[in-house]
């Protein structure tokens, strides 16, 4: 079967089937013993709290976990954080947080110059544009992850 066989109905399917399975059993969840990068995240809008731990090594992501709880969106979104980003650059995990947002967001159309990430299966994310509050949710993990880079402590979506 090819991609253009699967209808845009097959593909949201695919990506609620997706989120489903990582709010259910997420991937990379605890704590990182040797974690060099950490930082809270938090949404007070939805009650969405949760840790981003990262272990850096010269410029490569080796390793990324979380703990908390939230909202399936959050805890999800989370996961999904944590298996993009493992093995990338922390220069090119912060490009896929930009990307995010922006797509998320709206921002991606206005913008002239194409994103310089191909989101992948973040895309499954994509469904809570229709829900702007949503979008906080889905966002979460990844300011957190933000944050951690720059050593701040703390991410909040307000
Ligand atoms: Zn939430």
Redesign the pocket.
């Known amino acids: 079967m090819s991609a253009a066989d699967i209808g845009a109905d097959d593909l949201r399917e695919l990506y609620r089937e997706l989120i489903l399975d990582h709010a259910k059993s997420p991937r990379h969840f605890g704590k990182l013993g040797e974690a060099t990068h950490s930082a809270e995240g938090v949404?007070p809008l939805?009650?969405?709290k949760l840790h981003m731990y990262l272990k850096v090594d010269g410029d490569r992501i080796e390793d990324a976990a979380f703990e908390g709880s939230?909202?399936a969106?959050?805890v999800a979104s989370a996961s999904l954080l944590t298996e993009v980003v493992i093995g990338l650059d922390t220069e090119n995990a912060l490009e896929y947080f930009s990307a995010l947002v922006a797509r998320l967001t709206g921002r991606a159309e206005s913008e002239a110059a194409p994103s310089p990430v191909e989101l992948g299966k973040l895309r499954a994310l994509e469904g809570v544009r229709e829900f702007p509050s949503?979008v906080?949710?889905a966002t979460?993990a990844w300011h957190a992850l933000n944050s951690a880079l720059h050593h701040e402590e703390r991410a909040t979506t307000e």
Do not use: A, P
Request: charged letters at 25%.
């Open positions: 949404n939805c009650g969405d939230g909202c969106i959050s949503r906080k949710c979460l």
